[in-house]
């Protein structure tokens, strides 16, 4: 009978040193893969914000073309916007008269 404990003893002892082990196992491949999905976090915040940058600058583009689609056109869109400007400071400048 205390052969019999004995060996069950041992058993629990076995199974749960490599219970253990494995725990210590998964607990550092569990940190590898938090420390590499911060770097993934981060570098899709990164992409997000450098999209939303270019799809910006895309839509300025489309703007742009839109209104002045080629050089002679873009001259003329920019002394028309020159003179609404001096137009819109001499009307702030009246009403502040």
């Excluded at 004995?6 to 002892?13: G, V, Y």
């Excluded at 899709?44 to 270019?54: I, S, V």
């Excluded at 073309?65 to 702030?92: G, Y």
Aim: with cysteine.
């Amino acid at each position: 009978m205390a052969s019999e404990l004995q060996d069950t003893l041992d058993r629990i002892i076995n199974k749960s040193n490599i219970l253990i082990e494995k725990y210590r196992v998964l607990s550092g491949e569990k940190e590898e893969l938090e420390v590499k999905l911060e770097l993934v976090e981060e570098d899709n915040e990164r992409l997000r914000k450098e999209n939303e940058a270019l799809r910006q600058d895309n839509e300025y583009m489309k703007m742009a073309r839109a209104v002045a689609p080629d050089p002679e056109k873009a001259a003329q869109v920019r002394s028309m916007i020159s003179t609404l400007v001096r137009d819109i400071d001499r009307c702030i400048n009246q009403l502040n008269e």
